[in-house]
């Protein structure tokens, strides 16, 4: 089997939910290493939230913390407690990076902040992911998901092409912008790391959920400073088409030229409408967009998915097909691609999951575990690498910092 990677290199996560245990995995796919430290009892947020195997919950069968936590080793400490604080950085000192989520004041108290770690190891590359970064007024805000989607503007921007353009804005489905936010962590850990070659150090990587959510809307949220203006959903100039049922689901039009038009009317066996003065330009289409529209959706709704996706396609229009999970799961690209794996947990049984979104051709991605039990690898890491015994876990156990 080829290396991986990152192979040799030892990260501890310090974090919960899905931004950093995400950050994290994307590491362990690639070989790193990974020690997720869990508080105790209850262990990780995103245990408790599903999807569970028949709507049953339990900590050890959340499909989301099963997804995020693959390829790690897991084990239980509170570092806030002084003996736990001693372990933790016991562990810190043989690693090459620490990925955590708490809130700056609360590391400052507890003296776990940067300088602090920096100096028990420093070639450390620590990287904090928080609500709105170490910095500004804003660093010790609490917040949920939902307020950080609209803290980044994002969420003013949807729905964008609903039929229903004047309803309140919206955040994304799902937690987009936290896997997003991991996403950027660990791109930046990885340019942490890639500099410490240079410079023998490492350094504190700042990573602000709010910030993170924005990188990815890069035009729109650019708008305003660049043009003085804001980007109005229900207003302006639109374009023609929009997400719109069909006879077996939905699809996604998106005609703004005019050699997409031409494409679209082939499609559509050039019914007389299209023929009209107000569909000649892009400009007038646009114009008449609240017209034309229901036109095109009458047609739409009476027609099978998969033909207006290729058959839309192979004539240069933009229609996109709406994927739902069972289409994914299916997939014959996926299928081909092997993206879905099946494995074996000991709570769980067979599970379907989803692989690395790459290739590589000289160090594949494997899956090396499953996702850990609640302190499954305590005895491993404690008693094998740090030299605890037996009865100092037990004593570690009763008084809560392990």
């Known amino acids: 089997m080829a290396a991986s990677a990152l192979s040799g290199f030892k990260v501890v996560e310090w974090a919960h939910f899905i931004a950093g245990p995400y950050c994290a995995k994307l590491l362990a796919d690639m070989g790193a290493e ?34 995020c936590n693959t390829n790690k080793l897991g084990i239980t400490l509170d570092p806030h407690k002084a003996t736990g604080r001693q372990i933790f950085l016991r562990l810190l000192s043989q690693a090459d990076v620490l990925i955590e989520d708490n809130p700056p004041l ?35 805000y609490r917040a949920y998901y939902l307020n950080l989607f609209h803290g980044s503007g994002r969420g003013y921007l949807m729905p964008h092409d609903s039929p229903n353009l004047e309803r309140e804005p919206v955040k994304a489905g799902t937690f987009l912008g936290e896997f997003e936010s991991g996403l950027s962590a660990a791109v930046a850990t990885l340019g942490a790391l890639y500099a410490r070659y240079a410079t023998g150090v490492g350094q504190h990587v700042d990573v602000s959920k709010q910030e993170a959510f924005m990188a990815l809307e890069r035009v729109e ?19 023609f088409g929009g997400l719109m049922p069909c006879a077996d689901g939905y699809v996604e039009i998106a005609v703004a030229q005019d050699k997409q038009w031409r494409g679209l009317c082939d499609l559509m066996g050039h019914p007389e409408w299209t023929k009209e003065e107000r569909c000649r330009t892009e400009q007038l289409r646009s114009q008449n967009v609240d017209d034309l ?4 959706a009458e047609w739409v709704a009476q027609q099978p998915r998969d033909r207006l996706f290729h058959e839309g396609q192979a004539r240069g229009a933009a229609v996109g097909a709406v994927y739902t999970a069972e289409d994914v799961v299916n997939s014959p690209q996926l299928a081909a691609r092997a993206f879905f794996f099946e494995m074996e947990h000991p709570k769980v049984g067979r599970v379907k999951m989803p692989s690395a979104p790459y ?33 100092e876990l037990a004593r570690l156990r009763e008084v809560g910092v392990i």
Do not use: C
Not at 293 to 296: G, I
Not at 362 to 390: C, F, M
């Open 293 to 296: 529209v229901p036109l095109l």
């Open 221 to 239: 949220i650019g708008k305003y400073p660049n043009e003085g203006s804001s980007s109005q959903r229900a207003s302006g100039r639109r374009m």
């Open 359 to 391: 290739k590589m051709s000289k160090t594949p991605w494997r899956l090396g575990r499953v996702a850990p039990e609640v302190g499954q690898h305590n005895d491993e890491i404690y008693g094998g690498r740090l030299g605890l015994s037996r009865q």
């Open 106 to 140: 609360i590391l400052n108290e507890s003296h776990l902040d940067y300088e602090a770690l920096a100096a028990v190891n420093p070639r450390l590359v620590v990287t904090s992911i928080t609500p709105f970064g170490q910095t500004g007024p804003y660093r010790d």
């Open 34 to 67: 990974v020690i997720k430290v869990e508080e105790p009892p209850a262990g990780d947020e995103a245990r408790r939230h599903g999807p569970f195997p028949g709507d049953l919950p339990h900590p050890e069968h959340s499909g989301l913390f099963l997804s």
